[in-house]
């Protein structure tokens, strides 16, 4: 029997339908940018949701062909923090026949965690540090290689960044200083490791990875365990904000749909590899979606 996860984010909603032997099925993503407009109003903007709701039938579609009837629905961010939720959940849940659990920062976290251990059995014994850059927030996990000692989510991702600070394409001098005094501020009073592997996981990390590989074809397996000096996470941000948007749709390994807000997400990468002071940074196309998928095959199995 298939198993089907569905993450609501702030900038894309994914679809994951996996096997009972946790293969992939479908994995698909899709953005409904429904972080929007968001840092600024408060609320979902018409748009955002409209174009989200779409996605949410050809989801019901792609589901009906797999023969599911309930999914397993998460949302991070953006419903958290808008207060016109429901107007997008209402409608949504009708479409996808099962209810949105709008999970706190702190159970985002830990099924960040989750994927990755899943995802890197070698890392057991290792002390490190996961850091799941999102559209609306990031969360950074501290694990001493057997348990997950700290989770935080701080409200600074992609979308939210990109919006706040960089209003010229591209960002001028000023504005690129302020993304930077920005993040710096979320992180300073955080109580993080030193010397420690940092993994990177979701769309800004997995973004990055296949910048470096120069992937002209998405692929999960070649972008999940590459490896990557901090040195070069750090060119690639300022060359990122150094381009226009045009700029960098035209770069091999960018989703057109990221191109306005990767460089943002990027920097909180650059920023968080420099006060962990890693050695390396890893990244897993594995985020929450496949935490949530292990738990949900694990019940099954023992139910």
């Not at 920062?105 to 960040?112: C, N």
């Not at 991702?157 to 504005?175: F, Q, S």
């Not at 000096?229 to 960018?254: F, K, Q």
């Not at 990244?283 to 738990?295: N, V």
């Amino acid at each position: 029997m298939n198993t089907a996860v569905i993450d609501i984010g702030t900038n894309t909603l994914l679809l994951l339908i996996v096997d009972d032997q946790l293969q992939r099925v479908v994995d698909l993503c899709r953005f409904g940018r429904l972080g929007k407009g968001l840092d600024a109003s408060g609320n979902l903007a018409a748009d955002a949701i409209s174009k989200s709701l779409d996605i949410c039938r050809e989801y019901r579609r792609v589901m009906d062909e797999h023969g599911i009837t309930a999914p397993s629905i998460i949302a991070t961010q953006a419903l958290r923090e808008a207060k016109n939720e429901a107007e997008f959940v209402t409608p949504a849940e009708k479409l996808l026949g099962a209810p949105i659990e709008i999970i706190a920062g702190a159970r985002e976290a830990e099924l960040a965690y989750s994927s990755v251990a899943y995802a890197f059995p070698d890392l057991a014994g290792t002390p490190y540090v996961v850091v799941d850059v999102g559209g609306g927030s990031t969360e950074l996990i501290v694990t001493d290689g057997a348990r997950m000692v700290s989770a935080v989510s701080v409200p600074i991702g992609a979308v939210r960044l990109t919006e706040r600070h960089l209003k010229h394409d591209p960002p001028t001098h000023a504005e690129i200083t302020e993304l930077g005094a920005d993040i710096d501020r979320h992180l300073a009073p955080l109580a993080l490791p030193i010397h420690v592997p940092l993994i990177g996981t979701a769309g800004t990390a997995t973004t990055i990875a296949a910048v470096a590989l120069g992937l002209t074809t998405y692929d999960p397996d070649r972008v999940t365990g590459l490896r990557l000096e901090p040195e070069r996470i750090a060119v690639l941000r300022d060359t990122m904000l150094a381009a226009s948007t045009a700029e960098r749709r035209a770069m091999a390994g960018v989703e057109p749909q990221r191109a306005d807000v990767i460089a943002a997400g990027i920097a909180i990468y650059a920023r968080a590899l420099a006060r962990v002071h890693a050695p390396v940074m890893i990244t897993c196309d594995r985020g929450i979606r496949w935490g949530l998928a292990h738990e949900r095959v694990a019940a099954r199995r023992s139910a």
